[in-house]
């Protein structure tokens, strides 16, 4: 039997996604050692450390850069530290899993990405979502719906006697993505950031625009206000359209994220992570339903029925138990995208999302904000792309 490598880790930045996610994720994970926090603050590494079993707190990060005894680094830190640590790290031998968006400015990503392709050392950039159990199923339907499978006829069909053809109209990509947030759930510098939500959260849905469709992108278009309420087109050279709608004026208990995508006659869906339907291949299932987070063992019923009537049980019980209502956590990858970088560290599997995929990210998402300031469309060059 394989004997498990141990990867020893530090983690740089312990704010709210580092407490929620990263480090609950590295504590259960057998491949992880936790020999450092870090953060800015003293007390909130300290508390991360007795919380999280690490060996030791520390308030530098320029520190855990050279430190011996960290072999990988995750960085969770605000997008205001990026390349700053990045490229040290990789000069230092060390490989860094970094919270996305890789960097708002490209000069810096261009750097990044030259250090990692000068020492060998890979950035993974967290675009987790690439990593949800329902996403890589959404994904994998929607390339076998590209790959040229007839379709089944739908229930409605005005002329039986005639032949399904698919000609390069049908087989464009339509897909819809829409994100339902809450101010409330945002910390001060969700509204601060004069490029607010447009960039720090829809790189992750432009990540995955750019992972679904096939061709590259030549137009966008951006309407509403960075920090939220806003929607964003994106044209792909091949006449496929994803369009990203975006609002911080919902309640958080409903569910975030909805995709929908259509081509060659069928559909495919993903909601909130937990369930995946399609309908036009006969050969695969119409529903799936896929768990919630470990720590939502309360909530018993799976898929988006199930997800209500938790919902509706657990107003009922927080109320006669007088106490807050607990949140119905969902698997968006953040675990599984950590372990896939560390079969890639060790030479099992692919980056799952290397720093090279992250720039073009990024760039449109400067983009978008561009086209909300001017009210208008942008066309895209190739060079959108480069690397």
């Known amino acids: 039997m394989e004997k498990t490598k141990i990867h020893r880790v530090a983690v740089v930045g312990c704010g709210a996604l580092a407490q929620a996610a990263h480090l609950p994720n590295i504590q259960r994970n057998p491949r992880f050692e936790l020999v450092l926090t870090c953060d800015r603050e003293e007390k909130v590494a300290e508390m991360c450390r007795a919380q999280f079993g690490a060996q030791r707190a520390e308030t530098d990060w320029r520190k855990v850069v050279t430190d011996p005894e960290v072999d990988l680094i995750v960085l969770a830190t605000h997008v205001n530290l990026r390349g700053e640590l990045i490229i040290p790290a990789l000069k230092n031998g060390k490989p860094v899993y970094t919270e996305k968006p890789l960097s708002p400015d490209d000069r810096e990503m261009r750097e990044i990405v030259k250090t990692t392709r000068e020492t060998g050392i890979p950035v993974c950039v967290g675009h987790n979502r690439r990593s949800s159990p329902a996403m890589l199923e959404f994904r994998r339907l929607l390339e076998k719906a590209r790959s040229g499978v007839s379709p089944t006829r739908p229930s409605v069909d005005r002329d039986l006697n005639r032949k399904i053809t698919i000609d390069h109209k049908e087989a464009r990509t339509q897909i819809l993505m829409r994100i339902n947030d809450d101010d409330r759930s945002w910390k001060d510098w969700g509204f601060r950031d004069a490029q607010g939500t447009m960039f720090a ?13 096939e061709g590259s992108p030549v137009r966008l278009f951006a309407e509403g206000a960075p920090h939220g309420n806003f929607t964003l087109v994106l044209k792909f050279s091949d006449g496929s359209i994803t369009t990203m709608q975006h609002t911080r004026i919902g309640n958080f208990d409903y569910p975030k994220e909805l995709f929908e995508a259509t081509t060659r006659y069928i559909t495919v869906a993903l909601d909130q992570h937990i369930e995946v339907r399609q309908v036009g291949m ?5 529903l799936q339903t896929f768990p919630y987070a470990e720590d939502c063992g309360w909530a018993k019923q799976e898929g988006m029925t199930g997800y209500f009537l938790s919902l509706i049980e657990e107003r009922k019980q927080a109320l006669s138990e007088n106490r807050p209502l607990r949140f119905l956590n969902v698997k968006k990858g953040h675990y599984q995208h950590l372990d896939r970088f560390l079969d890639c560290l060790e030479g099992k599997c692919p980056n799952p999302c290397d720093a090279e995929s992250a720039v ?28």
Request: hydrophobic share 55%; proline share 9%.
């Open 360 to 387: 073009p990210v990024n760039r449109l998402a400067m983009k978008f904000l561009e086209s909300a300031a001017s009210g208008l469309p942008i066309n895209l060059g190739p060079e959108i792309m480069e690397v």
């Open 282 to 286: 006969a050969d695969e299932p119409v």
């Open 201 to 213: 959260e829809m790189v992750h849905f432009i990540d995955l625009a750019l992972w679904f469709n």
